[in-house]
């Protein structure tokens, strides 16, 4: 592989990371590892107030304002490489990518981790969006929604459920008196969070299958715990190039030289 300084990728053109994922903050470190002349630009969606982010990054927040945004920028900062890091639900996100991408002519790749697969232990009921979800919980249920809060209003629908929901930072508008909220992020935790369930008599998880190691613990505490998970499935991604690791992005942008 290339060294670090090598010109022929050193002093290319800029990198675009779209992120807001623990991988996308990898993938820049690793980026400005292997290539520390090359310009690499975050861009993150803005949702959170405090997100996690490399140290010194240069970061853009904010929208673009759809595909034909996202393509005028690539086009005035003359980005020749788009790398999709954002997270797997993140469908809008894919798809203006994927179309910007074509639209300016640059190559696209994104960085996929892979699903949660179940094990040995696991009760699962998968389902494809979060109205099933909430549909597949029984009476009375008291179930931990670990989905984020821009994605809690179909349980709303619910009121004979008594959820526990966690989140990073406070919903607006507020949650449903009978609701419990906590403010945290994710423990890594299967110990941490199988007190947390267990405290709170919680019955069901539901949960996205995002994938990755960062949130795994919850998953791994229902399963200790013995409790029936509700997982939504990923949603399809539209056509074109996909990495399931950083390394995996490393090796494919040496392999084409055209980045």
């Known amino acids: 592989m290339p060294e670090p300084d090598d010109p022929a990728l050193k002093s ?9 994922t623990a991988e996308a903050n990898d993938l820049v470190r690793a980026l400005r590892d292997r290539w520390p002349g090359r310009r690499i630009i975050l861009s993150l969606a803005g949702r959170t107030q405090t997100p996690n982010r490399p140290n010194d990054a240069e970061i853009r927040i904010g929208g673009f304002g759809g595909a034909d945004g996202l393509a005028g920028f690539i086009a005035a900062e003359g980005v020749s490489l788009l790398l999709d890091a954002a997270h797997p639900f993140a469908v809008g996100i894919a798809r203006n990518a994927a179309k910007a991408a074509t639209i300016s002519a640059v190559r696209r790749i ?8 179940p094990v040995g232990g696991d009760r699962w009921t998968e389902v494809s969006c979060l109205g099933d979800a909430r549909d597949a919980l029984p009476e009375g249920a008291k179930p931990f929604l670990a989905l984020g809060r821009q994605h809690l209003s179909p349980f709303f629908h619910r009121p004979d459920i008594r959820p526990l929901a966690r ?6 508008p507020p949650l ?13 935790s299967w110990q941490a969070e199988a007190e947390l369930m267990a405290a709170h008599r919680v019955s069901h998880l539901v949960t996205r299958n995002s994938g990755g190691a960062a949130s ?6 229902a399963r200790e715990l ?4 509700v997982i939504i499935a990923r949603p ?11 390394e995996a992005v490393l090796r494919a942008m040496v392999q084409a030289r055209s980045a």
């Open 216 to 221: 795994y613990a919850k998953v791994e505490a």
């Open 226 to 229: 013995g409790l029936p998970v």
């Open 167 to 172: 989140m990073i930072e406070p919903p607006d």
């Open 12 to 20: 290319a053109s800029p990198i675009l990371v779209l992120g807001g």
């Open 176 to 188: 449903p008196e009978s609701w419990t909220l906590i403010l945290a992020r994710p423990s890594s």
């Open 236 to 246: 399809p991604l539209p056509d074109g190039e996909v990495c399931g690791s950083v």
């Open 110 to 117: 994104k960085l996929l981790r892979p699903a949660w697969e």
